[in-house]
């Protein structure tokens, strides 16, 4: 059983910051990739940003040059730092890990529970 807690969300003005985290825990041997999500209302949830276990990054273009992820694996942990906020970065943001629970096991996707960003204008 993995279980990942989101954290960080809230209401912000635009041009305001807010740093999104995401804590795994359970039955995990090792992190492949973690990954931010967003779902704005009415909207496909898309993916964000995304850091692999080598510390390699993607961002979405929507993103790029505000958004910063990062992680810390001593935790579990990952971060989304948002910055310049926009009020088009308005959604539910949902933290995504891809994992194994053992040293044999495939590879699996598990989610947060979602925490809502609203950025006013």
């Known amino acids: 059983q993995v279980q990942l807690v989101e954290s960080g969300g809230g209401l912000v003005q635009a041009g305001g910051s807010l740093k999104l985290s995401c804590a795994a825990s359970?039955?995990?041997?090792?992190?492949?990739?973690m990954q931010w999500y967003r779902q704005a209302p009415g909207k496909q949830r898309a993916l964000v940003a995304s850091?692999?276990?080598?510390?390699?990054?993607y961002y979405a273009d929507s993103v790029k040059g505000r958004f910063t992820i990062s992680r810390d694996n001593a935790k579990n942990t990952v971060y989304l730092q948002m910055n310049s906020l926009k009020p088009e970065d308005t959604a539910v943001y949902y933290c995504?890990?891809?994992?194994?629970?053992?040293?044999?096991?495939?590879?699996?996707?598990?989610w947060g529970q979602g925490t809502q960003v609203t950025v006013s204008s």
């Open positions: 850091i692999t276990s080598g510390g390699s990054t």
């Open positions: 995504y890990v891809v994992l194994r629970t053992s040293y044999d096991s495939s590879d699996r996707g598990s």
């Open positions: 359970g039955s995990i041997f090792s992190i492949n990739a």
